[in-house]
């Protein structure tokens, strides 16, 4: 999250107009508890909650305050249990649902922490801690356009929001988009006074200047930052970013290692008012800094230590996903895709990227939404959301024709009001490779490609990528590597059901033979030729992913191989691969 000022902070009474002639013994404890919390004196702040739980147990302001003493604390189970005690008794209070999301974000669980704060604003449609908070969450979790969208949505009507405007820079730097990043703050009506979020926003705008070569610029946001005392240990570590980016800028290599060195130690110093998501990122950009410094090893360790904080709320079962793959073969057997099996329709609008992340997906999409009679929409969520809705591969394999037409007809509506003049349309979730059975059977006139590259290299850049949303097995090197066997194990399962449907491209083919690949993927595709393919990294489009840099330049080898200068940290993953036999038949792969 951009900041902790969306907290919804102080403790308020859900009943503040009465006026009783004597003192109530509850308001008490309860505006004393209040005192004592913003004093810091923590431990006599709980007992007078408690007190005050004693005193009237059926109001919820006592369980709200006691939760957030405990959040001060960084207790993070009792506070959940708090503010929770206070939901159960005051369902509509917005403020106990915000607090509520942010304990379980900071417990990692992202999903039930959107939910809350779309609790929040249902029952108080215009507050405004709701909104950011939920527009931090959806980009943390990936949703990055529907983030975007809402939090400008929300800004738009609410230009005093603080918390949504730094939650929509913040996104904007993370997308790379530094300059409209910088409009947004400078179109506030005025900078924040309190000085904690004061300071997230001087933060946020010396990096988007930073990293738009504006030095002078950025330096002297950073001394106005200076100024406004000792530096909370909270977000001391944002802050060491920003002078070594800084001083990298001016080549001073020797002052930016220092500061990396202080960075990495204050980090651990960030206490349990730290945000989470702050940790991680620190991690990745030291580990950014040091690979840029060719030390691959300090950059490895950094790596560890974010996906290490990553896996403690991101967990993995290897169990559970042998499972769907196995139920995937078993469930769509060849038969499964015959004339009678399949939806009736004949649309060849829908064609789907498919892939390991990092295997090429972004740019074969680039390339090819580049021709004038294609659109690329992305990477979007909805074949893997109605395959959560319809059920296990089981579930869906016995869809019957009727179902299945339905079903077909609403998803491409959807699908063709993206772009109503287009022949093509691609969907570049590399996840979808779990659901092509679905796909082929609701659109079996959809065509599919399936990019490879080195396995080595894509789980590198897997691991040296801070991915948005739910990769557990990025985590660990070895689930990692077992993964990507399991993907391939997959894959090979859907081009033997699906004969002449799913293509073969590898990220290296683009580099080798760019044209003989560009006219074998059009073919695929029943697509005339297209100049404007080949120079796909002249368009308009805007790619959201971790790619978004690469496909803005002509193919090149940039990317392969890279694993080598890294085999050592590698060892797990690879490892895996060998077991898996992955590593000898790749070199017998072919487009």
């Known amino acids: 999250m951009a900041s902790d000022t969306n907290q919804s902070n102080g403790i308020a009474s859900m009943d503040e107009t009465k006026t009783p002639s004597t003192p109530d013994p509850f308001m008490v404890h309860l505006q004393t508890c209040s005192k004592l919390l913003s004093d810091g004196r923590l431990e006599d702040a709980l007992v007078e909650a408690n007190a005050a739980r004693q005193s009237d147990p059926e109001r919820p302001e006592a369980d709200y305050a006691a939760g957030e003493v405990f959040l001060a604390q960084g207790d993070l189970l009792q506070a959940d249990q708090a503010f929770k005690d206070a939901i159960q008794k005051a369902p509509t209070w917005p403020d106990a649902w915000i607090n509520f999301g942010l304990t379980r974000y900071r417990l990692g669980n992202i999903e039930h922490a959107k939910n809350a704060m779309r609790e929040a604003l249902r029952h108080a449609p ?256 909805n074949l893997g959301q109605l395959a959560q809705r319809l059920g296990d591969p089981e579930a869906i394999s016995g869809l019957e024709r009727e179902a299945l037409d339905e079903i077909a007809a609403t998803y491409l509506a959807n699908l063709h009001a993206l772009a109503p003049d287009k022949t093509r349309i691609i969907d570049k979730m590399p996840g979808n490779y779990l659901y092509v059975g679905l796909a082929a059977r609701l659109f079996p006139k959809a065509k599919f490609i399936h990019c490879l590259r080195d396995p080595r290299d894509i789980g590198l850049s897997i691991f040296t990528f801070r991915f948005h949303g739910y990769h557990g097995y990025a985590h660990d090197l070895a689930d990692m590597g077992w993964t990507i066997a399991q993907q391939l194990r997959l894959m090979e399962h859907w081009k033997s059901v699906l004969p002449g449907r799913i293509l073969e491209v590898r990220l290296s083919d683009w580099v080798d033979n760019f044209n003989g690949t560009l006219e074998c993927v059009l073919a695929h595709l029943d697509l005339p030729p297209d100049a404007n393919c080949e120079r796909f990294y002249e368009t308009e489009s805007r790619a959201r992913t971790v790619s978004r840099s690469q496909v803005k330049q002509p193919v090149n080898a940039s990317g392969l191989g890279r694993w080598v200068a890294y085999k050592d940290e590698l060892q797990p993953l690879i490892a895996e691969l060998d077991a898996a036999g992955v590593l000898k038949d790749w070199g017998r792969r072919r487009v």
């Not at 603080?162 to 179109?187: G, Q």
């Not at 960030?270 to 580990?287: F, I, T």
């Not at 410094?293 to 896996?311: T, Y």
């Not at 073969?329 to 609008?349: H, L, M, V, Y």
Request: glycine share 8%.
């Open 126 to 381: 215009g507050n405004q801690a709701a909104a950011a908070n939920l527009g931090a969450l959806m980009r943390i979790s990936g949703e990055h356009e529907g983030a975007e969208n809402l939090l400008q949505k929300t800004l738009d009507a609410e230009p005093d929001n603080v918390a949504a405007r730094l939650n929509l820079v913040a996104d904007l730097i993370n997308e790379e988009r530094p300059a409209e990043a910088l409009a947004i703050l400078d179109a506030a009506p005025e900078l924040p006074e309190e000085l904690q979020p004061r300071r997230h926003w001087l933060l946020q705008k010396s990096i988007a200047l930073l990293v738009q070569n504006r030095l002078a610029e950025g330096q002297a946001v950073l001394q106005e930052f200076d100024a406004l005392g000792p530096i909370p240990p909270e977000i001391r570590p944002l802050y060491l970013w920003r002078r070594i980016v800084l001083a990298q800028s001016v080549g001073d290599l020797n002052g930016a290692a220092t500061l990396a060195d202080a960075m990495e130690e204050s980090i651990g110093e960030m206490g349990p008012d730290g945000v989470p998501e702050h940790q991680v990122m620190a991690y990745y950009d030291l580990a950014k800094f040091w690979s840029g410094l060719n030390e691959p090893s300090r950059a490895f360790s950094q790596w560890l230590k974010g996906h290490a904080l990553l896996k403690q709320v991101q967990p993995f079962s290897r169990e559970e996903h042998l499972a769907f793959v196995e139920a995937s073969i078993k469930a769509f057997p060849k038969s499964r895709f015959e004339q009678s099996s399949i939806a009736s329709n004949g649309d060849t609008a829908p064609v789907f990227i498919i892939g390991m992340p990092r295997s090429g997906t972004t740019l074969c999409e680039q390339i090819v939404a580049a021709h004038h009679q294609v659109y690329g929409a992305g990477e979007r969520s």
